[in-house]
């Protein structure tokens, strides 16, 4: 049963950093493309990065640029979001997303685009 788990979620001070992981059992992440989202209270889910299958191509909301950082460990079947210089703004519950695809350098930012994904993570930025 194909599965992804988030973790690492929580609170932190404006400034602090954090790192989210994903997950995956059941399929493997070289043939999967995976995308971050996040959900603010009273507000649509939003495309944080994404990673292609190989992870040889990324792309990251402009919001997030320059202090996100997303990875993926394909021995470990784990993807990573690395947030720091966090902001107020950056608070929500984050998701992560995959998709299956041959095709490589490539990555998606609308939630639309993907079929399987996790439960979510909570992260607070609040002093």
């Known amino acids: 049963q194909l599965q992804l788990v988030e973790s690492g979620g929580g609170l932190v001070q404006p400034g602090g950093s954090l790192r989210l992981s994903c997950a995956a059992s059941?399929?493997?992440?070289?043939?999967?493309?995976i995308g971050w989202f996040r959900q603010a209270p009273g507000k649509e889910r939003e495309g944080v990065s994404c990673?292609?299958?190989?992870?040889?191509?990324?792309n990251y909301a402009d919001s997030v640029k320059g202090r996100f950082t997303v990875s993926k460990d394909i021995a470990k079947n784990t993807v990573y979001l690395q947030m720091n210089s966090l902001k107020a703004e950056d608070t929500g519950v984050y998701y992560c997303?995959?998709?299956?695809?041959?095709?490589?350098?490539?990555?998606?930012?609308?939630?639309?685009?993907?079929?399987?994904w996790g439960q979510g993570t909570q992260v607070t930025v609040s002093s």
């Open positions: 997303a995959a998709v299956g695809t041959f095709s490589d350098y490539v990555c998606y930012d609308s939630p639309n685009d993907y079929d399987y």
């Open positions: 059941g399929f493997a992440l070289d043939v999967y493309a």
């Open positions: 990673i292609s299958n190989s992870g040889g191509s990324t």
